[in-house]
């Protein structure tokens, strides 16, 4: 699970054009942190995965690679 974030936190960094540096100084963290979940060797908190979602306007669905479903 922790890969797929890593995976797509960067996709929607580069989409958003931000170095890890950038992102990490927006998310009041240091570049290690942005560097560790990335590469999926560290869980993002749930503090920081709101801000992630912030910072990046995404929701938590599309960070993990989750499809919503519509309907009951």
């Known amino acids: 699970m922790s890969d797929t974030i890593g995976k797509r936190l960067r ?5 958003k054009n931000l170095t890890q540096q950038e992102l990490a100084d927006r998310l ?11 590469r999926g060797t ?7 995965m709101r801000s ?6 995404v ?4 960070l993990r690679g989750e499809s919503l479903t519509f309907g009951g």
């Not at 009041?28 to 990335?38: L, R």
């Not at 992630?52 to 306007?57: A, D, K, N, R």
């Open 28 to 38: 009041h963290v240091s570049i290690a942190i942005v560097g560790a979940v990335e």
């Open 42 to 48: 560290r869980m993002p908190s749930k503090e920081l």
């Open 52 to 57: 992630i979602h912030e910072v990046l306007g």
């Open 59 to 62: 929701t938590e669905q599309e």
């Open 11 to 15: 996709a929607y960094r580069k989409l």
